[in-house]
């Protein structure tokens, strides 16, 4: 069993800067990413990142948003650059270990314009 302790989330101008973080208990954590979910749309992958470093963004977010992890914590990271409104949305930290994929519980993330 994996849990996830999310933080970071918040109110912020267009233009300015988020860092979210996960943190994952449990072993065998392989994949690490982050989904957002705005109001009336799809949950949607924003970034993800392998035991090995490999990443994957969203076109919407490339050049904007970095995700990083630290393996010996088992903690993932977006930092989030350049926000615009539409990033406005509840972001989700997701782990895949072995073959089970964990969600955290949310944190909201509201772009001002």
């Known amino acids: 069993q994996v849990q996830l302790v999310e933080s970071g989330g918040g109110l912020v101008q267009a233009g300015g800067s988020l860092r979210l973080s996960c943190a994952a208990s449990g072993r065998f954590i392989n994949v690490m990413g982050w989904y957002r979910q705005a109001p009336g749309k799809q949950r949607e992958l924003v970034a993800r990142?392998?035991?090995?470093?490999?990443?994957n963004y969203a076109d919407s977010v490339k050049g904007r948003f970095t995700i990083s992890r630290d393996n010996a914590k088992n903690t993932v990271y977006l930092q989030m650059n350049s926000l615009k409104p539409e990033d406005t949305a509840v972001y989700y930290c997701n782990v895949v270990s072995v073959v089970t994929n964990y969600w955290g519980q949310g944190t909201q993330v509201t772009v001002s314009s």
């Open positions: 990142i392998t035991g090995g470093g490999n990443t």
